[in-house]
């Protein structure tokens, strides 16, 4: 939005009332040629409070009539939305005769601008219907996602229209985060703060602050450092890891082996996805998903089952819900084929292998692993996460590493879906439970972040982690009712 020397000495004459450690973003802002500004950071930054008193001031101050339009994912009541940061505004500039504070909407006396409040879940079709918008205020915004923001962006159409987008960083898989954080697009002014910039806090938030920084870092990274899940220490994976891994046998010059084995996760409920994973000769060679439901699971084995014919593969599945029959379809279409496909049980919620050896095979005092981890899974996405880490630390740093230890995704797979699977791998964190760790459950991924099921990543750590003394192999009993022996 293009202003002129009077704003920027109106912008001056009150910034003693806002915080001065945004002062450039928002000169940059208002008196530039942004079409969308980004704000982002951890809790107790000043963001929502900063940006109500710079669009108070602004409205009063622009001599024309405008329309603000605040949204957020969710509002039941207006006191949900940010109207009740904008009457703390009004208050805190001494602008009280200048707006008419409605039970629904703010209205600038003068000019008759207005502040409008939607919730977007409920609202969108709404807030499409909404014209005439010359600023966008998104409170919220890492919950956005692309078909949201596809309706709600053309809702500024008008020259000189601005979007404000304001967020905590949730997840690396957010799309606010990575179209407008990761790849800024044209005309985008981005700006991160957090906690340490805000001089308003008092010394009581300090004090709960530095408490959760001594008592848990990692939580303290995210929560009020404003780093995103995937690449904070709360996240078992890091994507930077996982980068690494891209083509690390041929980085390291290392050849890998290894016996072929298809990871393969059954879809479980109407929303769940199949999803295999193809680990050949030690490098992951394929990843796939596809929609299924529970009546498809015959149909998904059979195919699974021929891939893995096809490349002499073991196939390792979970067997939580649906995938407790997989093994004996497998067996059924050995049977019927007259051919030998061996295949692995992988229960995830099954006790830990080898549990009274060291955690960490590199450090003979780390804690044992039924001390360590709850499950079989805790266990299995940790010894994956470990190899990430060494072939990371081999690839950017030079460390030595065993052929073994090598975690190698060949770019073969294509750039999309190994974001999507490297996604899904750094979502996930650590939880404690019995005072061992667990991987956060699904179901709380859904419910507390929208995150639906993990599939391709659960397909790598089923074909990653295949104990090949302990793979199953189809019994004399149906070899010999094959005839095949």
């Known amino acids: 939005m293009a202003g002129s020397a009077a704003q920027r000495e109106e912008l001056d004459a009150t910034t003693y009332l806002t915080n ?82 409605q039970k629904t909407t703010i209205i600038h006396k003068v000019t008759g601008s207005e502040f409008i409040f939607y919730g977007i879940e409920r609202n969108l079709e709404d807030i499409k219907g909404t014209s005439d918008v010359d600023i966008l205020w998104v409170e919220e915004a890492e919950k956005l996602t692309e078909d949201q923001w596809t309706v709600i962006g053309p809702t500024i159409r008008k020259e000189d229209s601005l979007a404000i987008l304001l967020f905590n960083p949730k997840l690396v898989t957010d799309y606010v985060w990575k179209n407008f954080v990761i790849n800024v697009p044209p005309h985008c002014v981005v700006r991160k703060i ?37 690449d904070s220490e709360l996240s078992i994976f890091k994507r ?22 298809i990871g393969f996760d059954p879809a479980d409920d109407g929303e769940d996805k199949c999803a295999t994973a193809d680990k050949v000769g030690g490098i992951f060679a394929e990843v796939d998903d596809w929609s299924s439901g529970k009546d498809e699971l015959v149909q998904n084995a059979k195919k699974v089952w021929a891939k893995a014919k096809a490349i002499g593969a073991t196939v ?36 830990v292998l080898e549990p009274d050896k060291a955690s960490d095979p590199y450090n003979s005092k780390s804690p044992l692993n039924k001390d360590e981890y709850l499950n079989r899974k805790a266990q299995a996405w940790a010894n994956t996460a470990r190899r990430a880490m060494l072939t990371f630390n081999a690839v950017t740093r030079g460390q030595p590493i065993r052929a073994e ?11 999309a879906k190994l974001d999507a699977l ?25 419910k507390d972040l929208g995150v639906k ?25 149906v070899l010999q009712r094959s005839g095949m022996r």
């Open 316 to 351: 390792s599945y979970d067997t939580i819900g649906v995938g407790a029959f997989v093994g004996g379809y497998i067996d059924e279409q050995n049977k019927e084929n007259r051919a030998r496909v061996n295949h692995y049980a992988f229960h995830a919620g099954g006790a």
């Open 20 to 101: 001065p450690a945004l002062h450039d973003f928002w000169e940059q802002v208002f008196l530039g040629q942004a079409d969308i500004a980004v704000l982002h950071g951890g809790r107790s930054s000043s963001k929502t409070r900063d940006t109500a008193c710079q669009l108070v001031r602004l409205v009063n101050h622009v001599g024309v009539r405008m329309r603000v339009l605040c949204i957020r994912r969710f509002q039941n009541r207006i006191q949900d939305s940010v109207y009740t940061e904008l009457k703390w505004a009004i208050a805190h500039l001494g602008l009280g005769d200048q707006y008419d504070v």
């Open 240 to 261: 930077r890891w996982l980068d690494a891994c891209i083509d690390a046998h041929v980085t390291l010059n290392i050849s890998l082996t290894g016996r072929n084995i």
């Open 405 to 415: 230890d090598v975690l190698s995704f060949s770019s073969g797979i294509g750039a």
């Open 422 to 446: 490297f996604t899904e791998l750094c979502v996930p964190w650590w939880v404690e439970s019995e005072g061992k760790k667990r991987v956060v459950p699904k179901v709380k991924l859904k």
């Open 453 to 477: 099921s993990h599939n391709l990543a659960d397909a790598v750590i089923a074909a990653d982690n295949v104990q090949l003394s302990r793979v199953m192999v189809i019994s004399d009993a």
């Open 194 to 230: 957090d906690y340490t910039e805000n001089p308003f806090l008092s010394q009581k938030a300090l004090r709960d602050i530095a408490a959760m920084r001594e008592r848990n870092p990692e939580t303290f990274e995210h929560v009020y450092g404003g780093i995103p899940l995937g």
